[in-house]
């Protein structure tokens, strides 16, 4: 930001203290839900995923139980996981950032977001 629109908090507490009484309490939870709930989405994409992926490296025949189908496995789990929550994190992202006022509620911001096509979500 540029220097006159910068907070320059001292440090984490102060900024906390300081975000409460300056913009409200509920500032603090600002882009909470959709953390939450990128957060779970990271959570399926990788555990479920890695599952699936590695016993059908195993069973197609190209792959042992080892390190290679591990990693194979991590690596495309990671993918897909990181593919589903990116959505959510450019919306997590446009709420913590956004000003006060800004966006009404968090479909406002799904809807702004969308009016710059499919790929928006994942910048």
């Given at each position: 930001?540029?220097?006159?629109?910068?907070?320059?908090?001292?440090?984490?507490?102060?900024?906390?203290?300081?975000?409460?009484?300056?913009?409200?309490?509920?500032?603090?939870?600002?882009?909470?839900?959709?953390?939450?709930?990128?957060?779970v989405l990271m959570t399926i994409g990788q555990l479920s995923f890695y599952d699936q992926i590695k016993v059908t490296l195993i069973?197609?025949?190209?792959?042992?139980?080892?390190?290679?189908?591990?990693?194979?496995?991590?690596?495309?789990?990671?993918?897909?996981?990181?593919?589903?929550?990116?959505?959510?994190?450019?919306?997590?992202?446009?709420?913590?950032?956004?000003?006060?006022?800004?966006?009404?509620?968090?479909?406002?911001?799904?809807?702004?977001?969308?009016?710059?096509?499919?790929?928006?979500?994942?910048?």
């Amino acid at each position: 930001l540029p220097p006159e629109q910068r907070r320059n908090y001292k440090h984490a507490i102060d900024g906390l203290v300081r975000v409460a009484r300056e913009e409200g309490v509920s500032r603090l939870f600002r882009g909470a839900s959709s953390a939450t709930s990128r957060a779970v989405l990271m959570t399926i994409g990788q555990l479920s995923f890695y599952d699936q992926i590695k016993v059908t490296l195993i069973t197609s025949g190209y792959f042992t139980d080892n390190l290679a189908c591990h990693f194979s496995s991590s690596l495309m789990a990671g993918a897909i996981a990181t593919t589903m929550t990116q959505p959510l994190d450019v919306i997590k992202t446009r709420a913590m950032n956004a000003a006060p006022g800004e966006f009404k509620n968090l479909w406002h911001i799904v809807t702004y977001t969308a009016k710059g096509g499919p790929m928006a979500f994942f910048k």
